[in-house]
Antibody, heavy 117, light 107 residues
Framework: EVQLVESGGRLIQPGESLRLSCTAS????????MSWVRQAPGKGLEWVSV???????FYTDSVRGRFTISRDSSENTLFLQMNSLRAEDTAIYYC???????????WGQGTMVTVSS | DIQMTQSPSSLSASVGDRVTITCRAS??????LHWYQQKPGKAPKRLIY???SLQSGVPSRFSGSGSGTEFTLTISSLQPEDFATYYC?????????FGQGTKVEIK
């Protein structure tokens, strides 16, 4: 079965760091374009970052320089390293695979990150 | 950045109604536009890709149209399971941007 499972979300204090993981089954993470998308409580969807199969990365402005997307082929896992966390980073974080038409065809169930003192 | 303006932000409709949701892009994005459905507590689900292509397994009452800067999602006959929030997404350029969402509620 093709699926994505996120983990790593928790309550964390402002200024601290956190790494999210997204483990894939049924396909190879490193052969696909993989993104992180977040959703603040009661709000809409916001794209965060993408990593191409060739390793190229892009970020939304609000996280560039603080977040780093990466992957581990041996674990078939996507990561999001989040540093200098802010209250406004509080959200459910989803990982998603881009399909053949660049749409997000597979989504994880999401992991909740709460940044609060 | 490309801004996606989605309207309406919410609507109330009855089972059997025809529903139309619009997304306008701040600049031309050809057909690089997708539509998603999200139910409470769940991840979004792909409905339409490349503006007008119906995802396999999605009921034919859903359709998408448009190109350039104006796009529509139409539900021809609203069913009880269609009450949800709908989002458009442009992938023409980074940062990828979603519309603000349209919450479809029961009248």
């Amino acid at each position: 079965e093709v699926q994505l499972v996120e983990s790593g979300g928790r309550l964390i204090q402002p200024g601290e760091s956190l790494r999210l993981s997204c483990t894939a089954s049924g396909f190879t993470v490193s052969s696909n374009y993989m993104s992180w998308v977040r959703q603040a409580p009661g709000k809409g969807l916001e794209w965060v970052s993408v990593i191409y199969s060739i390793g190229t990365t892009f970020y939304t402005d609000s996280v560039r320089g603080r977040f780093t997307i990466s992957r581990d082929s041996s674990e078939n896992t996507l990561f999001l390293q989040m540093n200098s966390l802010r209250a406004e980073d509080t959200a459910i974080y989803y990982c998603a695979r881009s399909g053949s038409n660049w749409e997000f065809d597979i989504w994880g169930q999401g992991t909740m990150v709460t940044v609060s003192s | 950045d490309i801004q996606m303006t989605q309207s309406p932000s919410s609507l109330s409709a009855s089972v059997g109604d025809r529903v139309t949701i619009t997304c306008r892009a701040s600049q031309g994005i050809t057909n690089n536009l997708h539509w998603y459905q999200q139910k409470p507590g769940k991840a979004p689900k792909r409905l339409i890709y490349a503006a007008s292509s119906l995802q396999s397994g999605v009921p034919s009452r859903f359709s998408g149209s448009g190109s350039g800067t104006e796009f529509t999602l139409t539900i021809s006959s609203l069913q009880p399971e269609d009450f949800a929030t709908y989002y458009c997404l442009q992938h023409n350029s980074y940062p990828l941007t979603f519309g603000q969402g349209t919450k479809v509620e029961i009248k």
